[in-house]
């Protein structure tokens, strides 16, 4: 049954949507910034639990977004090819618009569920919607997207939507100035700069390798390689090494009056269904609506490989959205894409949307070593990491905590901590350092994340330990490894792979019930648990790490230690020998999929 008293709702931490008079009900931990709690810690307020912390259902909502994202794809390429008079296959539109779909279709089936669970479980009497020109919250292409989307003016925007279309809550529109959502003069004037910068010496980059190129090249962008190894992989397939970026993407206004004519069919929907419709007709990037054309030209006038023999990136394929329409057209004439990984996780983490992307729209997948079963999946080992550069560590150094934070606010989905999740995961840090001996602590260094995502992560550390050396995220990984004794490893992702891969002494602890491990990966991992290198506790990492202080080198080089560590990096971070054999092998064998 609701709770009897009645709340006023507040959605998001922008402060001038709530109220300070009333019993207040916030509907998740991102409302709660950590240097405004002298604010809502004086409040009569409630927290709406969140429908995440339960893990099970977190994985039923992924696979039921996974069917709901094909079906929506499928409209969505319908009523775009119909829109533009094009008719692109749906591999184009997955290549193309499916990285924005995704992302968005999970993070607001998020938003749509805390509302409704706010309303089943809370009496709630009013909210505030701060009134936003519709223009101002839609993206310009993916990488503008996810800038958006971890604001809590966009949150607040899109929570607003849903109060305000699909409930009954009673609301009070707040008007903002345009100050509120418009940059200063003075920062669109250095940006504008910046970017004619970029400008001239990308499409100067360009001229000189398209002047160098062949029509039919290989065709090699952000290949997560070094600039020496890329270069030798180009001169192996036999062809002038050469390097190419994408131009800056041009800014397109959204025209609310043509967004009326582009409608995915929402009147036969109800519910959460009927949501994602209307409002992805409304937020679609500009770039795939109303820029769609210039886009076009952009790509048509890209002096790249008309008939590349095949494509290989191990980054573009997300962000870029030039690269992304280039590749699509590409693609649907029959060239080949080859995707490398580009990080942690994968092969690893018991879901993620980004892995299954990346596997639906490549022809070849290349791995650091591990393969599920797929045809697509290659082998290489790992793109980042070669074996000619040994890694360095310092006997005598120090620790080196290596930790992350995510966005307040859930967005594409894999399996590791969400929203709020992120507070349990800095109080592990805390319990960690906690349980290393007083000496030990002051031959810690904690690195931040760089995104701070509003967390307060500096805050948080020097209030509860004024004396530790924190590290903003922002400097070199290298110089830092140099002179650490011990790398400490927190969370499922790249780090650890690179420390592992290098052989750098490493001691890795996370709670695996917010970073769930794939089946097919539990026995490596419990292999490095056998000999000391996972721990499932914050306490069991500090206590070994205490163990082995004072010979960490003797440790290390035991032989179960290091048999323990070839058989987990021979499938998830190989460093081979023959990286490049490897990779002319993957590349030149290819042979372009399906061409839906």
């Not at 996974?66 to 079906?71: P, V």
């Not at 929402?266 to 409304?282: N, P, Q």
């Not at 494509?311 to 995707?339: C, H, M, P, Q, Y």
């Not at 230690?561 to 990096?569: D, N, S, T, W």
Request: charged content about 20%.
């Amino acid at each position: 049954m609701p709770e009897s008293v009645k709340r006023f709702l507040i959605t998001t931490a922008d402060e001038r949507s709530w109220r300070t008079d009333c019993p207040v009900l916030f509907l998740g931990e991102w409302c709660r910034l950590y240097d405004r709690r002298e604010v809502w810690q004086q409040l009569d307020a409630r927290i709406v639990p969140y429908h995440w912390d339960d893990r099970e259902q977190l994985y039923r909502d992924y696979l039921y977004l996974r069917e709901q994202y094909e079906i929506l794809l499928g409209d969505l390429s319908e009523a775009l090819n119909r829109f533009h008079g094009v008719q692109h296959s749906l591999r184009y539109w997955r290549i193309l618009v499916g990285p924005w779909l995704g992302y968005f279709i999970q993070m607001l089936f998020d938003r749509w569920t805390m509302i409704q669970r706010a309303i089943c479980d809370y009496e709630i009497n009013g909210t505030v919607l701060l009134d936003l020109p519709t223009g101002k919250v839609i993206p310009n292409g993916k990488a503008d997207f996810e800038k958006h989307c971890f604001r809590d003016l966009w949150n607040h925007h899109i929570y607003g939507r849903i109060l305000d279309g699909w409930t009954t809550v009673p609301y009070k529109r707040i008007t903002l100035n345009e100050s509120d959502f418009t940059p200063a003069l003075k920062t669109t004037l250095a940006r504008s700069l910046k970017q004619l910068v970029r400008r001239v010496s990308v499409n100067g980059l360009n001229a000189l390798s398209g002047a160098l190129s062949r029509r039919t090249d290989m065709f090699v962008i952000t290949s997560c390689l070094s600039l020496k190894e890329d270069f030798r992989l180009q001169l192996a397939i036999g062809q002038f090494p050469l390097r190419w970026e994408s131009p800056p993407l041009p800014e397109i206004a959204a025209d609310l009056q043509l967004r009326k004519q582009f409608r995915m069919n929402a009147t036969d929907h109800t519910g959460f269904d009927s949501c994602v419709r209307s409002l992805i007709s409304e937020q679609i990037p500009t770039l795939y609506l109303e820029g769609y054309k210039t886009l076009q030209r952009i790509v048509e006038q890209l002096p790249w490989p008309r008939c590349p023999q095949a494509i290989f990136t191990s980054n573009s394929f997300s962000n870029d959205d030039v690269f992304k329409a280039w590749a699509a057209a590409r693609v649907e004439a029959g060239v080949s894409l080859v995707i490398g990984q580009h990080g942690g996780h994968y092969g690893t983490g018991r879901w993620s949307y980004n892995e299954e992307h990346e596997l639906a729209i490549a022809d070849r997948y290349l791995t650091w070593g591990w393969t599920n079963g797929s045809p697509k999946h290659y082998p290489v080992g790992m793109l980042n990491v070669t074996a000619r550069v040994p890694g360095v560590w310092n006997p005598r150094g120090g620790i080196l905590l290596v930790t992350t934070v995510h966005p307040r606010y859930s967005y594409w989905l894999f399996s590791i901590m969400v929203a709020g999740q992120t507070a349990h995961y800095l109080s592990d840090q805390f319990r960690f350092v906690a349980a290393l001996p007083l000496e030990l602590r002051e031959q810690l260094l904690i690195r931040l994340f760089a995104a701070d995502y509003g967390w307060s992560q500096a805050a948080r550390w020097q209030d509860r330990y004024p004396s530790v050396r924190l590290d903003p995220g922002t400097s070199p990984m290298e110089p830092l490894i140099r002179q650490s004794r011990i790398y400490v490893a927190t969370y499922n992702a790249t780090t650890f792979l690179e420390s592992l891969g290098r052989n750098i002494p490493t001691i890795m602890f996370w709670n695996t019930k917010h970073s769930e491990l794939r089946p097919s990966a539990k026995p490596y991992f419990e292999k490095l648990r056998q000999v000391g290198i996972f721990h499932g506790s914050p306490e069991s990492a500090a206590a070994k790490i205490d163990e082995i202080w004072d010979n960490v080198e003797s440790w290390w080089n035991q032989r179960e230690i290091q048999e323990a560590r070839l058989y987990f990096c021979n499938s998830f971070a190989r460093v081979s020998e023959c990286q490049v054999q490897a990779l002319k092998e993957a590349l030149t064998t290819v042979r372009s999929g399906r061409k839906a």
